[in-house]
């Protein structure tokens, strides 16, 4: 599944998050904002890649059963986590990184594909929270499981990137891209939305001013072990395994919430008739389901 911006403008890009970045703009965004985002962004990815030894979410992973004190930016991200789980009846855990080791996502794409000699048996991951005292900002990884922020903390970022060029620039008409998702920094942008894992049947939403679109894919990120046994990034905290085939497109005010609830609908579908209100197309084993806010934006 992707999205990409209909109108062709002027665009800054680079590489950060495991994902590449793209500022859509009208010509008034100088390299100096540009500058200022990235460095933002590289802080971030500084604290919450689990790829990287010294970030947060390392010395979390590091420590299981352990509390330990965490920046009050982890901390916000992780109590917003918290929240998302239980309100997606734990379709979305960021508690999946041990099972995403075990199925052979160990490092980044950049440095290795992920594999595994042997495809583990998978096992449900506990539904305890990450933050266990927000006012000492004590955070705790269970047994058995690791931390992995993934898309959430590359969205959270994103959105704290919107209001730094919010604040620097002037340029009436900013779209700020990562990978397949994307934030109007400013004013409305028209987007094509693919239909499901395939470009046939695409469509056109609006992404009105101030809000984010998120796409979650099973597809996104396919391999096989060498014991010929698929996989792919998307696991279903239920079973601990690889999700159902799914997807899903979620909008939404919060870019991180978008994220949040675009994997848990990937994961399971069913979510978008239990979360009415939220602005959502998810392809399943039922097909295209939709709510009545995705057909507000929809053109």
């Known amino acids: 599944m992707s999205e990409t911006a209909i109108e ?4 800054w890009e680079w590489r950060a998050m495991g994902a590449t970045w793209r500022l859509r703009h009208t010509g008034k965004v100088e390299i100096e904002v540009v500058g200022a985002l990235a460095d933002a962004i590289a802080a971030d990815e500084r604290r919450w890649s689990r790829f990287l030894p010294r970030s947060e979410v ?12 965490v920046s009050t930016e982890t901390l916000d991200l992780l109590l917003a986590c918290d929240r998302w ?3 997606t009846e734990g379709a979305f855990s960021v508690m999946v990184g041990g099972a995403l080791v075990g199925y052979g996502y160990r490092e ?6 992920p594999r595994t000699a042997v495809t583990p048996r998978p096992e449900p991951i506990p539904g305890a929270l990450v933050v266990v005292d927000a006012v000492r900002r004590l955070a705790c ?3 058995g499981t690791a931390l992995d922020l993934g ?9 704290r990137a919107a209001a730094i060029v919010r604040t620097l620039s002037d340029d009436p008409s900013i779209l700020l891209e990562i990978g397949d998702d994307m934030v109007a ?22 992404l009105r001013d101030g809000h984010a679109l998120a796409a979650s894919s099973w597809s996104a990120l396919l391999w096989s072990n060498d014991d010929g046994n698929p996989a792919h990034h998307l696991i279903d905290p239920a079973t601990g395994a690889p999700a159902d085939p799914g997807s899903a497109v979620v909008i939404a005010s ?12 990937a994961v399971r579908p069913s979510l978008v008739s239990r979360l009415p209100t939220t602005c959502a197309m998810v392809h399943g084993a039922q097909g295209e389901r939709h709510t009545a806010a995705w057909e507000a934006v929809a053109v």
């Open 85 to 87: 789980h239980e309100q």
């Open 151 to 159: 898309g959430v903390a590359r969205m959270w970022s994103a959105d």
């Open 254 to 265: 919060d870019a991180a919430e978008a994220d949040a609830l675009s994997t848990a609908m």
């Open 58 to 69: 390392s010395r979390l992973n590091r420590a299981p059963g352990v509390p330990l004190q």
């Open 108 to 113: 980044s794409q950049r440095v290795r594909p």
């Open 185 to 206: 920094v400013r004013g409305d942008h028209l987007v094509a939305v693919s239909a499901g894992d395939s470009d046939d049947g695409a469509r056109a939403v609006v």
């Open 8 to 11: 062709t403008r002027p665009a």
């Open 141 to 143: 990884v269970p047994d």
